[in-house]
């Protein structure tokens, strides 16, 4: 709840000096003519000191100075907001304070960086802005004959008091944003056709490359597959090395055996001399034994003539001796036995030696051959290889020639690579712009059903038909409520649609309907002072309306001129209404029950004819300076 102290006010429009208390009224009645400062005192006075704001000259806050004195304007205003106190002092062309607005809360000052920070801090705290103030507690001339207005200017002045006024101006602007995202969707997809248009004329021409470029590829390897195929394997000469190697061992082995083969040599000669000695011995011995034989067989049948001698002692041989001699040659015979029986012996036995170093000798004879076969092996097998070695290095040199060939061949440049290159390089730039433009597009699209939201929920159909529906039964309770304080003539009900003769359709239209029990079906059909009548219910209903909107009631209601050309039953009636409010409801009639309640009700007139309905009055005059005084009661 805003509870208002007592306004203290300096050379502020036509006042000079005045202070008014607003708290614990009651219902007050403010008297005077036209002119006299009503306005300046009850209604300017509080919406300067708080908003800073005239009703009279909007934010030109210069012109509220009291032009005769021209400087040091001063309002003081004491509120309390849910208890908490709060003191606001609007200065202007103050000779102290200059252009300030001080703000206290309980004691301390709270005011802003600048005058504006203070207001804003002061709406914050009220929790109403000035249009809210205004409306719920301010009831004016302007909204007065409202159920006369057209439905347009009626939606539009329920839709100020919901404070919903700002609403199709944001509806053009969703609209536009709206409008704007799906252009903008539109010119993205276009460039996204463009770029995809050229991406894909350079992927053909990627792909015509790459295929001219596999080609090539697969030329070269061909290529290189043929020259490959003229590569020989060279001929090892392992084996045969190894071949070498074991002849040459061998050829030694036996190199070495055959070297004593010289000793062998000279062992068997000495033997062969021997022997041919014995031999040639024997063969004489043998001949004497012939010679012997021939000898004894001859003197067997021969006779011994005289002068015979022995052939071999000389001596002269007899007959008898003949015999002796046969013996002799006998005995001779045996010694010559004996000793060729010798030689053979010796004979044998040397030829026995000789045997095993001859059969050595036949052995090593074998050896020497078999080396000689060795060493022409080993030479065939040299031979070999450095045939081997010669067809090797020509191989070699070839399979040299074919590497080098190869190497050529992978060396040849694929001029197709550097076409798709170029092609790539140029397709990139395209290709992330593409990108970009998907995931913009994608963005821009999520939000689009947002803003089609947006525009619908702003739209009449939205929001504001919706806040607007909500409040009629309220408001039709309250009209109800009202109509029924003033003499219960009049069903006055609000509809926020109008059912279109024509076509029976329904379209969105705001709407208040009167029902005079005793006459007319429509507003327009009623007298005027009827239509008054009517006009200060709904003033009271769309002033309840204001007031609802707001999460903090304020103790006043301010009535500024309405009561002009209502008739005196209709005036009775509503300072009726107006006085029950400013009591506690315990305190009421029955009927007055459902009536909100109001601390301090003010009631501004110039109609003197009034005057007596009120306990508690204010005179308002000018003096002779021009200044506005007071006179309570
Ligand atoms: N800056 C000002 N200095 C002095 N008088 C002013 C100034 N601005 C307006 N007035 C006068 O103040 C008078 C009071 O007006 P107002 O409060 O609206 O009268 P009413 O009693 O009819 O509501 C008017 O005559 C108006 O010309
Ligand atoms: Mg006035």
Same mark, same amino acid.
């Given at each position: 709840?805003?509870?208002?102290?007592?306004?203290?006010?300096?050379?502020?429009?036509?006042?000079?000096?005045?202070?008014?208390?607003?708290?614990? /009224?009651?219902?007050?009645?403010?008297?005077? %003519?036209?002119?006299?400062?009503?306005?300046?005192?009850?209604? +300017?006075?509080?919406?300067?000191?708080?908003?800073?704001?005239?009703?009279?000259?909007? #934010?030109?806050?210069?012109?509220?100075?009291?032009?005769?004195?021209?400087?040091? *304007?001063?309002?003081?205003? %004491?509120?309390?907001? +849910?208890?908490?106190?709060?003191?606001?002092?609007?200065?202007?062309?103050?000779?102290?304070?200059?252009?300030?607005?001080?703000?206290?809360? &309980?004691?301390?000052?709270?005011?802003?960086?600048?005058?504006?920070?203070?207001?804003?801090?002061?709406?914050?705290?009220?929790?109403?802005? @000035?249009?809210?103030?205004?409306?719920?507690?301010?009831?004016?001339?302007?909204?007065?004959?409202?159920?006369?207005?057209? &439905?347009?200017?009626?939606?539009?002045?329920?839709?100020?008091?919901?404070?919903?006024?700002?609403?199709?101006? @944001?509806?053009?602007?969703?609209?536009?944003?709206? $409008?704007?995202?799906?252009?903008?969707?539109?010119?993205?997809?276009?460039?996204?056709?463009?770029?995809?248009?050229?991406?894909?004329?350079?992927?053909?021409?990627?792909?015509?490359?790459?295929?001219?470029?596999?080609?090539?590829?697969?030329? /070269?390897?061909?290529?290189?597959?043929?020259?490959?195929?003229?590569?020989?394997?060279?001929?090892?000469?392992?084996?045969?090395?190894?071949?070498?190697?074991?002849?040459?061992?061998?050829?030694?082995?036996?190199?070495?055996?055959?070297?004593?083969?010289?000793?062998?040599?000279?062992?068997?000669?000495?033997?062969?001399?021997?022997? #041919?000695?014995?031999?040639?011995?024997?063969?004489?011995?043998?001949?004497?034994?012939?010679?012997?034989?021939?000898?004894?067989?001859?003197?067997?049948?021969?006779?011994?003539?005289?002068?015979?001698?022995?052939?071999? *002692?000389?001596?002269?041989?007899?007959?008898?001796?003949?015999?002796?001699?046969?013996?002799?040659? #006998?005995?001779?015979?045996?010694?010559?036995?004996?000793?060729?029986?010798?030689?053979?012996?010796?004979?044998?036995?040397? =030829?026995?030696?000789?045997?095993?170093?001859?059969?050595?000798?036949?052995?090593?004879?074998?050896?020497?051959?078999?080396?000689?076969?060795?060493?022409?092996?080993?030479?065939?097998?040299?031979?070999?290889?450095?045939?081997? &070695?010669?067809?090797?290095?020509?191989?070699?040199?070839?399979?040299?020639? *074919?590497?080098?060939?190869?190497?050529?061949?992978?060396?040849?440049?694929?001029?197709?690579?550097?076409?798709?290159?170029?092609? =790539?390089?140029?397709?990139? %730039?395209?290709?992330?712009?593409? &990108?970009?433009?998907?995931?913009?597009? =994608?963005?821009?699209?999520?939000?689009?059903?947002?803003?089609?939201?947006?525009?619908? $929920?702003?739209? #009449?159909?939205?929001?504001?038909?919706?806040?607007?529906?909500?409040?009629?039964?309220?408001?039709?309770?309250?009209?109800?409520?009202?109509?029924? @304080?003033?003499?219960?003539?009049?069903?006055?009900?609000?509809?926020?649609? =109008?059912?279109?003769?024509?076509?029976?359709?329904?379209?969105?239209?705001?709407?208040?309907?009167?029902?005079?029990?005793?006459?007319?079906?429509?507003?327009?059909?009623?007298?005027?002072?009827?239509?008054?009548?009517?006009?200060?219910?709904?003033? $009271?209903?769309?002033?309840?309306?204001?007031?609802? /909107?707001?999460?903090?009631?304020?103790?006043?209601?301010?009535?500024?001129?309405?009561?002009?050309?209502?008739?005196?039953?209709? *005036?009775?009636?509503?300072?009726?209404?107006?006085?029950?409010?400013?009591?506690?409801?315990?305190?009421?009639?029955?009927?007055?029950?459902?009536?909100?309640? /109001?601390?301090?009700?003010?009631?501004?007139?110039?109609?003197?004819?009034?005057?007596?309905?009120? +306990?508690?009055?204010?005179?308002?005059?000018?003096?002779?300076?021009? $200044?506005?005084?007071?006179?309570?009661?």
């Amino acid at each position: 709840m805003i509870r208002f102290g007592k306004v203290e006010i300096e050379n502020f429009l036509s006042i000079g000096n005045v202070s008014i208390d607003f708290s614990n /009224r009651g219902l007050v009645a403010v008297l005077g %003519p036209n002119g006299a400062g009503k306005s300046s005192l009850v209604v +300017d006075s509080i919406l300067y000191g708080l908003y800073g704001l005239t009703e009279k000259y909007g #934010n030109e806050r210069d012109k509220v100075i009291n032009r005769f004195v021209g400087k040091d *304007c001063h309002i003081h205003i %004491p509120i309390t907001v +849910d208890g908490v106190n709060v003191e606001i002092d609007s200065y202007r062309g103050h000779h102290k304070f200059k252009d300030e607005v001080l703000l206290k809360i &309980d004691g301390k000052d709270s005011r802003g960086r600048t005058n504006q920070y203070t207001w804003d801090k002061i709406v914050k705290i009220l929790d109403m802005d @000035a249009i809210g103030f205004q409306n719920s507690i301010i009831f004016g001339q302007s909204m007065s004959q409202y159920a006369g207005l057209p &439905d347009a200017q009626q939606k539009a002045i329920v839709e100020r008091l919901l404070g919903c006024s700002w609403i199709p101006k @944001a509806y053009e602007l969703a609209k536009t944003s709206s $409008f704007e995202l799906t252009k903008e969707l539109v010119l993205i997809a276009d460039r996204f056709d463009v770029l995809d248009g050229k991406i894909e004329k350079i992927k053909t021409d990627i792909d015509f490359y790459t295929a001219k470029y596999t080609d090539f590829e697969g030329e /070269r390897a061909k290529k290189i597959k043929e020259v490959l195929a003229g590569i020989k394997e060279l001929k090892s000469t392992k084996v045969l090395e190894k071949e070498i190697k074991e002849y040459q061992d061998k050829i030694s082995t036996n190199e070495a055996l055959v070297d004593g083969q010289v000793q062998l040599s000279v062992d068997i000669r000495k033997l062969d001399l021997e022997i #041919n000695g014995f031999e040639v011995k024997n063969t004489a011995v043998v001949a004497d034994m012939a010679k012997l034989n021939k000898k004894i067989a001859n003197l067997a049948e021969t006779k011994i003539a005289d002068d015979l001698r022995c052939d071999i *002692c000389g001596q002269t041989i007899t007959n008898e001796s003949v015999e002796d001699f046969v013996k002799h040659l #006998n005995s001779e015979l045996e010694l010559k036995k004996t000793e060729t029986y010798e030689y053979k012996i010796k004979i044998k036995a040397r =030829k026995e030696e000789r045997q095993p170093l001859l059969d050595e000798q036949t052995n090593l004879q074998k050896l020497e051959q078999n080396n000689r076969l060795l060493v022409s092996a080993l030479n065939k097998a040299k031979t070999v290889i450095s045939i081997v &070695d010669k067809e090797n290095a020509r191989v070699e040199e070839r399979n040299e020639n *074919c590497h080098k060939r190869v190497n050529e061949i992978k060396k040849e440049t694929n001029t197709y690579q550097d076409s798709i290159d170029k092609l =790539k390089k140029e397709m990139l %730039p395209l290709s992330e712009e593409k &990108d970009k433009l998907t995931v913009e597009y =994608k963005t821009k699209k999520a939000d689009l059903p947002y803003h089609e939201f947006i525009v619908e $929920f702003y739209s #009449n159909r939205g929001f504001k038909s919706f806040l607007i529906e909500s409040v009629i039964p309220a408001m039709n309770d309250y009209a109800a409520t009202y109509s029924h @304080a003033l003499g219960g003539k009049f069903d006055i009900t609000f509809s926020p649609q =109008k059912q279109l003769k024509t076509k029976g359709e329904v379209r969105e239209k705001f709407n208040v309907e009167v029902f005079n029990r005793q006459g007319a079906e429509v507003y327009e059909g009623n007298s005027n002072g009827e239509r008054r009548a009517i006009d200060a219910v709904v003033l $009271f209903v769309l002033g309840e309306l204001a007031s609802n /909107r707001l999460n903090k009631r304020v103790s006043i209601l301010i009535l500024d001129d309405v009561f002009e050309k209502l008739d005196d039953e209709t *005036c009775n009636s509503i300072i009726k209404v107006l006085k029950m409010m400013s009591v506690p409801k315990g305190m009421r009639e029955e009927e007055y029950q459902d009536l909100p309640e /109001r601390e301090s009700v003010f009631v501004l007139t110039h109609l003197e004819s009034l005057k007596s309905q009120f +306990d508690n009055k204010i005179q308002i005059r000018r003096d002779h300076n021009g $200044f506005t005084t007071i006179e309570e009661n």
